[in-house]
């Protein structure tokens, strides 16, 4: 996995139409800050609807990055659909890069994760195997952590759990070791905010996220990307024993 790291994915970003959201109750909805070698660098909106039968999750993401002797400008944008247990059932990923502009559309179903993209210049039509219960992610949508949390959830927790997870851009599922790793009290300035810590092993990659008791996504933490990524506020972690 280390060969699509986050470094990696981030050069292939590039579409940004205009999607027409259905209606649904909000959930939840939140902002994302990220940070990049300690330096802000951009943020990510993201919200959950309920809708019949499932849920719409939506972001819109926007990053400058230092690149060279230069920067390269980020922005991303994503919907899903999905079933009552989170698995996914349709996504899109449109994005840019310094304007060029890409496209993820992924349909699952019996099995089939079937897509139609174009990316770095290339049509793609793919068709990969996927197990039926399963979450997605992409190494530069943030708040899917976030919906992994709540599929690991759905699942029954424990301490440690294996989830399988369909990578949009490589177009392959993998099997992901998701550990919890204790409570954590985060200072916020206005007192101690009670959290849950786990880490998502992918290969040789451990990417730590946190949410709080109601499962609110509060952190992601990659250190070998130098990537950290706060919920509205850049909290200061101090651990406390595990629960």
Request: charged residues 25%; contains cysteine.
């Amino acid at each position: 996995m280390s060969k699509y790291r986050i470094s990696v994915i981030f050069l292939f970003l590039s579409f940004l139409p205009v999607f027409i959201f259905s209606k649904g109750n909000i959930l939840n909805r939140g902002k994302l800050l990220i940070y990049f070698d300690g330096k802000y660098v951009g943020s990510e909106v993201y919200t959950l609807k309920e809708i019949p039968g499932g849920y719409e999750g939506s972001s819109i993401m926007s990053v400058i990055l230092p690149r060279g002797g230069g920067n390269v400008a980020f922005t991303y944008k994503t919907k899903e659909i999905m079933d009552r247990k989170f698995n996914p059932i349709h996504y899109e990923d449109f994005y840019t890069v310094n304007g060029r502009k890409n496209y993820i559309k992924v349909d699952f179903k019996g099995g089939k994760a079937v897509d139609n993209c174009y990316m770095a210049g290339l049509t793609l039509n793919r068709t990969a195997n996927v197990h039926k219960s399963f979450r997605l992610l992409e190494e530069a949508v943030f708040y899917q952590y976030w919906l992994i949390y709540k599929k690991y959830e759905v699942d029954g927790g424990g301490d440690k759990r294996t989830i399988n997870i369909y990578i949009p851009k490589i177009a392959k599922e993998i099997p992901v070791k998701i550990d919890y790793i204790g409570n954590a009290a985060v200072n916020t300035g206005k007192g101690l905010l009670e959290i849950k810590k786990f880490m998502l092993e992918m290969g040789s990659m451990g990417i730590t996220f946190a949410v709080d008791k109601k499962g609110k996504l509060i952190k992601v933490f990659s250190p070998e990307q130098k990537l950290e990524i706060v919920n509205e506020f850049n909290y200061n972690f101090t651990k406390t024993d595990k629960k």
